[in-house]
């Protein structure tokens, strides 16, 4: 698998996604080696060179030379060139660990880029999955193009984690897909959902504190919700760019006292904070498939989500309610009425239906059929 890297005590969430798949993979009988060139920009020192990480039956390969901001301001030629010379490095040193793997596996179009040097260098499928929800546009920055075609005009499978996400990828690249969705951390599934202590009902959300994810909404519409209602708190999970302006905005609208920011946090602490909770809110602007929506779903918490990207996959009337992107007056009219009407949702039900469609063992059986059948496909062109 090439990813993005692995989750820290400093980024939980960076290279989650990699991680949960990577283990569940593992899981299921298969050995998974997981590469990664790191080329953030990060106010720290870090080793340079290649580092190793071990976790769960998973080996982690991340290799660091130079930020990638520094060679893509001189050129992007020269960028591919390093994150090659990197990639073909740390296959080198696994190829000779583990023998030649029987499938590259690419997380996000940049990495199946990475993906499409070692297929043909080394005569290798390919299967790339796509997450990311710049595609949801209309039209695409030139450098998402221009890789995301050179990408998928290779690879010798393409899995989308929607099924808008997979029309996306038809649409700006005239290439079909396969739709496996995201799958949810065993943790949320082992997490006991504590009855409530008090009166008090807590809505929360998770993510990035980022413009698409909708915060600035969410704490208007909760603002409305809490005229006349003294019991209401909102905890938000996340850092990001747009923390500030939130917190401006819960001063100016008088409800600081309800609201709380808390920062990144691990799944550990996400799935304690989310057993305390009564409702998971979801005010994105734009989706593809929410992680964090099911992790709440795997808790057994009922979800309000805004109607985008492929939230309507795994939210329907039984689990939650959706409404329309960026609608203020909807989304506090949902709020008030799943706080009305909490008691019709079964938790246990809620959390069922999710082990039943988003565990990881059955996420990680779909993968593998994709891997089957790519490896297949190709052994058979060969030998024609």
Request: aromatic content about 12%; some cysteine; overall charge positive.
């Amino acid at each position: 698998m090439i990813a993005r890297g692995y989750p820290t005590k400093e980024f939980p969430q960076w290279g989650c996604f990699e991680q949960d798949q990577a283990e569940a993979l593992c899981n299921s009988g298969h050995q998974v080696v997981v590469l990664s060139v790191d080329s953030r920009f990060l106010w720290r020192m870090r080793k340079i060179g290649v580092t190793h990480y071990y976790k769960n039956g998973v080996n982690y390969y991340n290799s660091f030379w130079i930020p990638g901001i520094v060679t893509n301001y001189i050129s992007r030629r020269l960028n591919y060139f390093f994150k090659k010379k990197q990639i073909k490095l740390l296959y080198k040193l696994v190829q000779e660990k583990y023998g030649k793997p029987d499938i590259i596996y690419g997380q996000f179009f940049f990495n199946t880029v990475m993906g499409v040097y070692l297929q043909k260098k080394y005569n290798i499928p390919l299967v790339g999955i796509e997450h990311a929800a710049r595609f949801n546009l209309d039209k695409l920055d030139a450098y998402t193009h221009y890789w995301g075609s050179y990408a998928y005009s290779n690879a010798d499978g393409i899995i989308t984690v929607s099924q808008s996400l997979k029309q996306r990828i038809l649409y700006h690249f005239n290439k079909q897909s396969t739709t496996i969705n995201n799958l949810v951390h065993p943790i949320f599934f082992q997490q006991t959902l504590l009855p409530q202590q008090n009166a008090d009902f807590h809505f929360v959300s998770t993510g990035s504190l980022v413009y698409r994810k909708g915060f600035d909404l969410l704490i208007k519409a909760f603002a409305e919700f809490c005229k006349n209602r003294n019991n209401a708190y909102l905890t938000i999970i996340g850092e990001g760019e747009e923390r500030e302006n939130l917190w401006k905005l819960s001063d100016m609208l008088g409800i600081t006292e309800k609201v709380r920011l808390i920062g990144q946090k691990n799944k550990t602490e996400i799935a304690q904070i989310l057993s305390c909770s009564s409702v998971f809110v979801l005010p994105s602007r734009s989706e593809n498939f929410s992680v964090a929506v099911l992790e709440a779903l795997a808790i057994g918490l009922p979800v309000i989500a805004t109607l985008c990207g492929g939230i309507q996959e795994c939210v329907c009337v039984k689990n939650g309610i959706l409404i329309p992107v960026e609608d203020v007056e909807s989304l506090s009219e949902a709020m008030k009425k799943i706080y009305c009407n909490i008691d019709r949702y079964n938790r246990q039900d809620i959390s069922k239906d999710c082990f039943e469609r988003f565990s990881p063992s059955v996420i990680a059986d779909k993968l593998v059929t994709v891997f089957n059948e790519v490896i297949e496909n190709r052994s058979t062109a060969c030998n024609n």
